[in-house]
């Protein structure tokens, strides 16, 4: 699990680390920027799962790297932070693929709940997305499989039909024989 968290504050971004430190995240990597377009360059280079983004930041602002990274990688879970919220930035996040939004100043159990929160979404659609590639892998096989099975069928009964008509004519038994061995041996057909 990659976070990448972006703020041009230092004393937030160490908030952010310690924050973080303390939820049990899988495999966890903290990676931090100050900028915008660094942060763009981070999250469309770098497996990155997470973005605690800023929205005022010294060279863009946090919704135009929103939507950015949006652009490259939309499975990426982004919760925007920002000092200066208004309402018409808030919906404008949140439509431009921003999980979650919150004000600063914000309290250290409220960030970790949100944190932990996206965490276990990102986990949960991982899972998901696990399980429809192993029920398409096992339906695409079953498929081939019972493919193969109507095939085996049809050439049984192809066979069981001309055997039959072998049985039922006025042969003698070992011409009758004869003929039943010479069909299983030259069929192509499965017989």
């Known amino acids: 699990m990659r976070i990448l968290c972006v703020d041009d504050d230092p004393v937030i971004l160490r908030l952010f680390e310690r924050s973080l430190a303390k939820i049990d995240l899988p495999d966890y990597h903290y990676l931090s920027t100050s900028t915008g ?22 060279d863009i602002r946090g919704l135009e790297v929103l939507e950015k990274i949006k652009a490259v990688r939309p499975g990426i879970e982004i919760l925007m932070i920002t000092g200066h ?3 018409a930035d808030a919906v404008a996040a949140m439509k431009n693929g921003a999980r979650d939004y ?6 250290l159990d409220l960030l970790r709940e949100k944190i932990y929160n996206l965490v276990e979404y990102r986990l ?16 695409n096989d079953a498929g081939t499989q019972i493919s193969s099975l109507e095939t085996f069928i049809d050439n049984m ?7 039959i008509a072998i049985l039922e004519s ?12 010479s069909e299983i041996s030259d069929s192509t057909g499965g017989c």
């Not at 919150?102 to 309290?107: A, D, L, S, T, V």
């Not at 006025?170 to 061995?181: E, T, V």
């Open 37 to 58: 377009n660094e942060a763009v360059t981070i999250a469309t280079t770098t497996p990155v799962d997470l973005v605690l983004l800023d929205n005022i930041l010294p």
């Open 85 to 87: 919220a208004s309402v």
């Open 102 to 107: 919150i004000e600063k100043p914000f309290h």
């Open 124 to 139: 949960r659609n991982r899972e998901a997305e696990d399980y429809r590639f192993a029920k398409e892998v096992v339906e």
């Open 157 to 163: 009964k192809k066979c069981r039909s001309r055997v």
């Open 170 to 181: 006025d042969r003698s038994d070992a011409d009758k024989l004869k003929s039943i061995r």
